[in-house]
């Protein structure tokens, strides 16, 4: 047995675990040679225009960038495509970046659907006590203040504000 349940939780607890079986939401694939390799959690994949964006591969190309320290990936909401990409990008010590190079790196190595719609220059990707990113805290800023997308005449990149839960323009179009 991996786990009785969660702690005062039973709804939870029925929810993950079904027939004796732990839910985990790990989504993952298997190949020839039985190699078990686990590709994102389910609540993080990114569905736009019906293909699934993997949180975990956009963030590992990110960091690959050499003025990225740290980069997080999230969807936003969006009635035509249901999520757009929006990344959140640490710049490395010393380094600079912009939203441009942001998406022609992304677009570089990734199919065009993954190429974020929205990029935030922040400080710092907010984290919970275990040092794991909140991504549950960076959806809720985006709904809070989302940034405008790309193209908008008004601001083309956007810098999350740390603390203030709101976004700034840095940069006009």
């Known amino acids: 047995m991996v786990t009785s349940g969660y702690y005062r939780d039973p709804e939870a607890t029925k929810a993950a675990i079904v027939d004796g079986w732990l839910r985990t939401g790990d989504y993952a694939r298997v190949d020839d040679e039985g190699y078990i390799y686990l590709l994102d959690r389910k609540k993080d994949v990114i569905i736009r225009v019906g293909n699934n964006i993997y949180s975990v591969e956009l963030e590992y190309l990110l960091v690959r960038h050499p003025a990225i320290a740290e980069a997080a990936a999230v969807g936003v909401s969006n009635p035509l495509t249901y999520q757009d990409v929006a990344v959140f990008v640490v710049p490395a010590a010393g380094r600079t970046i912009d939203a441009t190079t942001v998406r022609r790196w992304v677009k570089q190595h990734l199919a065009d659907y993954a190429v974020p719609s929205h990029v935030h220059i922040v400080d710092e990707l907010p984290r919970n006590r275990t040092g794991k990113v909140e991504k549950t805290r960076l959806r809720h800023q985006l709904e809070q203040t ?10 083309t990149t956007a810098v999350l504000v740390p603390g203030a839960g709101r976004a700034r323009c840095v940069r006009s179009g």
């Open 146 to 155: 989302p940034s405008p997308p790309v193209g908008d005449q008004k601001c």
